[in-house]
């Protein structure tokens, strides 16, 4: 049975306005499947899903005239005398698509939902074409809170630490414990067994590898990504030392910028960069990474609890909002800073040393909001847990 994503909710308002909706995100995170649910859900029956990733669907719009297009859509069902409602996906694979959206929006008043597998792709076919003619919407694995619904746990997440008691925490750690390891991929969490989570987490890799790597990248040193890949998830959560890396590679610093950037724009990874103030103990240049899933993490690099923990409150503190982080030279510092205004340390365990720590912190960056994200029960002050997020 579906499951709706959050994401619907934002894209409901505008499902009869002119704009065109456009939807990017990593492979395998459910982008046909939230179109084909938009999809059944338009009242009309002017309308037509294409996917393509066919090359026969491609022909369509390959024509430099448009009208022939518009011919060939109406052999294809659609009345132009009306509204239409043309869904596509995977349009990375098309580089004149924003052209011809452009004139069947301005031409005929066309409603187009499409999906992106990347914005590294969308940002080049869109640039500035549809100006004021789009809306882009991301989609990334699932939040904790759509995990839940995913497993059929119909669960009221508490917003107020003192709502939690002990055994609230336990039933929430439980679930959240399978999250952390598997991560938030929709087919990995529809998968009964260890076993088949596994095996679906190799696919999502092989496939993110072979289509977005290996067929549309164009970069002939694809082995190399690959191993930036497997290194970047060996080091969420770190600071990137381009020289080491680059090093480590045999590629120039210019090269891993370009790759960095590449992966960036796949989705498979973001970079997040100093939140800075005028502390001069303060670390001011160097990013870090963080993974798109925890599942992918933990399955290909098997590193420490803390950091795969880290990673996970990443992925759901992602979709709130711009993430930075605050280090200074002496160590102290935060994991997280959301939107400049409110500040998150993760912690396994934390302690009262800590909580005095960020409440010095959080005062010193005059934040509105500072917390510590912990793993186990605690009665601190500052405390939330990952579930809360």
Known sequence: MYKERDLLQQILPYFYTNEAIIVTGMRRVGKTTLLKNIFSKIDSKNKLLLDLENPINRKYFEDDNYEK??????ILGLDFSNRVYLFLDEIQYM??????????????????????????????????????????????????????????RKVNLPIHIEDISKPIFDMLSNLYDEYLLFGGFPEVVNKKTIEEKKKTLEDVFASFFKFEVVQLSNYRKSDVIRDLMLLLMRRTGTRLDIHKISQELSISRATTYEYLSFLEGSYFIQIIRPFGSTNTNEIKKAPKAYVCDTGLVNHF??????????????????????????????????????????????????????????????ADLELDQYWMVSKVFSDLPHVLYSFML
């Open 95 to 152: 580089q004149n698509i924003a052209s011809v959206m452009k004139y069947f929006i301005d031409s005929w008043k066309v409603k187009f939902f499409v999906t992106g597998s990347t914005n590294f792709y969308t940002r080049n076919i869109f640039n500035e074409s549809l100006s004021g003619r789009k809306l882009i919407y991301e989609l990334f694995p699932l939040t904790f809170r759509e995990f839940l619904s995913f497993k059929g």
């Open 69 to 74: 297009i518009k011919s060939s859509l109406e």
């Open 301 to 362: 690099a098997r590193i420490p609890e803390e950091n795969l923990f880290e990673n996970s409150v990443y992925q759901n503190l992602m979709t709130k909002g711009a993430l930075q982080y605050y280090e200074r030279k002496s160590g102290t510092g935060l994991h997280f800073v959301l939107s400049g205004k409110i500040g998150y340390q993760v912690l396994l365990h934390p302690r009262k040393s800590d909580a005095t720590r960020i409440m010095k912190l959080g």
